[in-house]
Nanobody, 123 residues
Framework: QVQLVESGGGLVQAGASLRLSCAAS????????MGWFRQVPGKEREFVAR????????AYTDSVKGRFTISRDNVKNTVYLQMNSLKPEDTAVYYC????????????????WGQGTQVTVTA
């Protein structure tokens, strides 16, 4: 079992930055690929970014490329999402997820989920 706790969300204006953190506990964190997803009311949860466990290879959805950066610290058992140049359309609840193996962008490929942290970006 892996427990995930997100933090760092908040209310900001367009153009601002936020850094989300996801602290993991339980089984060996460094063996899991980690991802960030987001969801707005009435819509499906969508993939944002992912980082592999062994070599740190990253992937992003097109809408955040160049603005968001995912990283991980296997000593602190924490994954981060640095979000720059935020836009109102980035407003959502952001979820951290962990996966065994090499997941892609599908929700079903992830095994553990946090409770989410709200990010609100005003125009």
């Amino acid at each position: 079992q892996v427990q995930l706790v997100e933090s760092g969300g908040g209310l900001v204006q367009a153009g601002a930055s936020l850094r989300l953190s996801c602290a993991a506990s339980g089984r060996t964190f460094s063996t899991y690929a980690m991802g960030w997803f987001r969801q707005v009311p009435g819509k499906e949860r969508e993939f944002v970014a992912r980082i592999t466990w062994s070599d740190g290879i990253t992937a992003y959805t097109d809408s955040v490329k160049g603005r968001f950066t995912i990283s991980r610290d296997n000593v602190k058992n924490t994954v981060y999402l640095q979000m720059n140049s935020l836009k109102p359309e980035d407003t959502a609840v952001y979820y951290c997820a962990a996966a065994i193996g090499a997941p892609g962008v599908a929700i079903t490929e992830y095994d553990y989920w946090g409770q989410g942290t709200q990010v609100t970006v005003t125009a």
